[in-house]
C-alpha cells in the first residue's frame, strides 16, 4: 500500500529554493531573464522568499557535465531547515543520472514540499523511494514565467494543494487551454499565448465512483525508470489510481501502446483502481491516443471496468492542475468529475 508523508503547507514569508535537476537552461545567458520573472512571480503572487541553490544558475554546459552537483542542490535543499519547499526550474532529459548520488534518508528525514514535472518525475520517483509525498505541477520557467501573468487556473491550484490544509474536493477542468510554443525571449515576453475553449474531460470507460491514492508522472520519463531502484514495488500499486501524460515529444501512438502493453505485462493495470490521462501536448494524436489505449486496457487486458478519465489539465499543456503523489482521489465515472478527498500537505 503506498503510505507517504505530507509535508508542511506552505505560507506566506517562508523560504523556498529553486533547482536545476535535469535542463540547465535557467542559468543561460539568453533565458536568465525568464528565470528572473518566474522567480518574481513566487515572490509576489504567493509572497515566497526564492533563493538559488548553489548550482542552479549555472547553465546547461556545466550542469550537464556535473550531475553530481545537480545532486547536491537537491540533498543541500532538503537538509537547510530553512527552506520550507523546493520548485524545480524545468524538465528535461536525463535527470536519472543524478541516482547514484541521491540520500534517501536526507529525503525522508526533512519532508517539505517539492514541486515540478516532466523530467521530474525522476526526482518525484525519488521521493515516492523515501516515502516522502510530492507534488505534480508548475514549473519555474514554464508556469511561473508565463508570458504577461499566470493562468489563474494554475494559480488556484498551487494556492489550494501547497498552501492548505484544508480537504481538496472536486477538480474541475480548466475553461481553456494552450500549448502554443513561443521562444523563450525577451522580444516575446509581452506575448500572450492563444488559447482555445476546452474540450472538458473524456471518460473512456467506467461506471460509479472508486477512490485510489494518486502515483504516476510523464509517461516518457517512467520508461526510463524502469528497472532502477525507484521504480515503485509491485505492491506500491495496489489500490492506487495512475495518472500519465505524454510530453512535449508528442511519442507516437505505437510507442504509447508498447509503453502500456509493459504495464499490462507487469500487472499494474489489474491493481490500480482507475487510471486519468493528461490532455496530449497540442492535442497531437488525441484520437490515436484514445485508441491504444483502449486496444490495451479494455481489448487485451479485458479490464473493460477499469475507470479512465481522458483530456485532463495535468502535464505539458497549460493551465494545470497539482497532483499530491499519495493523496486520496476520486473518480466519480457517471457524473464525469475528479476530485482530491483530501489535502495535499498538513
Known amino acids: ?3 507517504l508523508t505530507k509535508p508542511s503547507a506552505l505560507k506566506r514569508g517562508d523560504k523556498v529554493a529553486t533547482v536545476s535537476l535535469s535542463w540547465g537552461g535557467a542559468g543561460d545567458k539568453e533565458i536568465l531573464w525568464r528565470y528572473h520573472q518566474g522567480k518574481k512571480r513566487l515572490e509576489e503572487e504567493f509572497g515566497l522568499i526564492v533563493v538559488e541553490m548553489e548550482n542552479t544558475l549555472k547553465g546547461t554546459e556545466y550542469l550537464y557535465q556535473h550531475p553530481e552537483k545537480r545532486a547536491e542542490d537537491f540533498m543541500n535543499a532538503f537538509r537547510d531547515e530553512t527552506i520550507k519547499g523546493i520548485f524545480s526550474c524545468i524538465g528535461g532529459d536525463e535527470s536519472i543520472r543524478l541516482l547514484p548520488y541521491i540520500d534517501f534518508d536526507v529525503i525522508r528525514d526533512n519532508p517539505k514540499v517539492f514541486i515540478g514535472y516532466s523530467d521530474t518525475t525522476v526526482a518525484h520517483m525519488m521521493c515516492l523511494k523515501a ?6 505541477g508548475a514549473a519555474v520557467l514554464s508556469e511561473f514565467a508565463e508570458n504577461v501573468e499566470m493562468f489563474d487556473y494554475t494559480k488556484q491550484w498551487i494556492h489550494e494543494v501547497l498552501f492548505s490544509s484544508e480537504r481538496i474536493g472536486e477538480v474541475p477542468p480548466a475553461e481553456c487551454w494552450t500549448s502554443e510554443h513561443l521562444a523563450w525571449e525577451e522580444t516575446n515576453r509581452t506575448t500572450i499565448r492563444k488559447t482555445i475553449e476546452s474540450e472538458g474531460l473524456e471518460m473512456l ?3 460509479g465512483k472508486v477512490e485510489g491514492k494518486l502515483i504516476g508522472g510523464c ?6 525508470i524502469k528497472g532502477t531502484k525507484i521504480w515503485p514495488e509491485e505492491k506500491m500499486w495496489e489500490d492506487t489510481i495512475l495518472f500519465l501524460e505524454t510530453s512535449e515529444e508528442t511519442p507516437h501512438p505505437s510507442q504509447v501502446e508498447h509503453w502500456l502493453r509493459n504495464y499490462g505485462a507487469q500487472g499494474i493495470f489489474e491493481k490500480v483502481r482507475g487510471v486519468i490521462f493528461g490532455k496530449p501536448y497540442d492535442n497531437r494524436y488525441y484520437e490515436e491516443y484514445k485508441d491504444v489505449i483502449r486496444k490495451v486496457i479494455r481489448d487485451e487486458l479485458k479490464l473493460r471496468d477499469l475507470p479512465l478519465i481522458y483530456n485532463m489539465n495535468f502535464g505539458h499543456t497549460s493551465p494545470m492542475m497539482v497532483l499530491p503523489y499519495g493523496a486520496r482521489a476520486e473518480i466519480d465515472c457517471d457524473e464525469m468529475k475528479f476530485s482530491l478527498l483530501e489535502s495535499g500537505v498538513v
Open 219 to 224: 509517461i516518457d520519463v517512467l520508461e526510463v
Open 131 to 136: 516515502g516522502l509525498s510530492s507534488f505534480y
Open 1 to 3: 500500500m503506498l503510505q
Open 205 to 207: 470507460q467506467g461506471s
